[in-house]
């Protein structure tokens, strides 16, 4: 991913934080088939004084889980939002005219090795703790032990574990640093007007209270 210094996220913590907010990926391999992707969502462990690790799931009739080989290179790509900026959202551009239009967004690249894991106990663990993360927010969450035994025990073995050691993080945040201050600030709050507060409140927390 090319990576200006102005953008550029250098921050392990930060590059956990946006995995964790936005876990669903794109696994990116290039197996005995050739290039692949598949989208899944991602469980990060982070390790101590490593990178940590990336935990996953597909499903048993998805070749992938075949075609890659064990400590075979992937990618997973985690998009934390993007927007379109209109020039007209800058001060500046009514004053110089000198503005054209981007895009914004936020991305981590997670560049790995990964090891396929078909075992049950695995797979059950990667899924128990998916469903307590993302069942956590809602008045009756959803268990596990809420499915029957036997119904259960079938849907897990139709699925095959992921296991990716994580050697390189690489992390962009493309938010109009190489703007004036006034200029991030009027495009972050033209796409918090319109409802894109994702990228609208990171450009905003840019520039905070600074004045240009």
């Given at each position: 991913m090319y990576v200006p210094a102005h953008f550029d996220e250098p921050r392990i913590e930060t590059l956990h934080a946006l995995i964790a907010q936005h876990p669903f990926?794109?696994?990116?391999?290039?197996?005995?088939?050739?290039?692949?992707?598949?989208h899944l969502p991602f469980e990060l462990v982070a390790g101590d004084g490593?990178?940590?690790?990336?935990?996953?799931?597909?499903a048993r009739a998805n070749p992938v889980w075949q075609d890659v080989a064990d400590g075979g290179e992937v990618l997973v790509i985690f998009r934390g939002g993007d927007a379109y900026i209109s020039p007209s959202w800058y001060p500046s551009k009514h004053a110089t005219h000198r503005q054209v239009p981007t895009w914004n967004y936020v991305a981590v690249h997670a560049h790995g090795r990964v090891t396929v894991r078909d075992d049950e106990r695995f797979v059950r663990g990667v899924v128990a703790r998916l469903t307590r993360t993302h069942e956590a927010a809602l008045p009756e969450p959803w268990k596990m032990g809420d499915a029957p035994k036997d119904y259960l025990d079938t849907m897990l073995q139709s699925i095959v574990g992921l296991q990716i050691e994580i050697t390189r993080l690489v992390g962009k945040r493309k938010l109009g640093q190489n703007k004036a201050v006034e200029d991030i600030r009027g495009a972050g709050e033209a796409l918090v007007a319109r409802g894109e507060?994702?990228?609208?409140?990171?450009?905003?927390?840019?520039?905070?209270g600074k004045r240009g």
């Amino acid at each position: 991913m090319y990576v200006p210094a102005h953008f550029d996220e250098p921050r392990i913590e930060t590059l956990h934080a946006l995995i964790a907010q936005h876990p669903f990926g794109s696994l990116v391999t290039h197996g005995r088939s050739g290039l692949d992707a598949n989208h899944l969502p991602f469980e990060l462990v982070a390790g101590d004084g490593g990178l940590g690790e990336l935990h996953a799931h597909v499903a048993r009739a998805n070749p992938v889980w075949q075609d890659v080989a064990d400590g075979g290179e992937v990618l997973v790509i985690f998009r934390g939002g993007d927007a379109y900026i209109s020039p007209s959202w800058y001060p500046s551009k009514h004053a110089t005219h000198r503005q054209v239009p981007t895009w914004n967004y936020v991305a981590v690249h997670a560049h790995g090795r990964v090891t396929v894991r078909d075992d049950e106990r695995f797979v059950r663990g990667v899924v128990a703790r998916l469903t307590r993360t993302h069942e956590a927010a809602l008045p009756e969450p959803w268990k596990m032990g809420d499915a029957p035994k036997d119904y259960l025990d079938t849907m897990l073995q139709s699925i095959v574990g992921l296991q990716i050691e994580i050697t390189r993080l690489v992390g962009k945040r493309k938010l109009g640093q190489n703007k004036a201050v006034e200029d991030i600030r009027g495009a972050g709050e033209a796409l918090v007007a319109r409802g894109e507060r994702v990228i609208g409140e990171a450009m905003l927390g840019e520039v905070g209270g600074k004045r240009g």
